[in-house]
């Protein structure tokens, strides 16, 4: 493998736990403004349908699509506050559905 792969590969690495946090601590504040009833859920679940449907069906969104998914499902089942953190943390760091 030449330098220049390792350091895309390494870099790829990053910027995917960047994006890993920056998803988990977004999921975590809309998770706060939910329970306190600070978001209308209805219209919070029309815009993640909205996203989800504009985003490009193929293998790079793929685990972004299975993260929101399982995140929308948990919300729905009215978990509480702790159990939705453990859940969205979990699947981000597998980046498959529990």
Partial sequence: ???????????????????????????????????????????????????LDNLPSDRTTLPLRLIIDQWREDLRKGMSAGELKSRVLSVIESDEPR
């Fill in 1 to 51: 493998m030449s330098e220049d792969n390792v350091t895309s590969v390494g870099a790829s690495s990053v910027e995917m736990e960047f994006v890993k946090g920056h998803i988990a601590a977004t999921m975590v504040l809309i998770q706060g403004l939910w329970e306190q009833n600070l978001l209308d859920k209805e219209a919070l679940e029309r815009y993640f349908t909205g996203y």
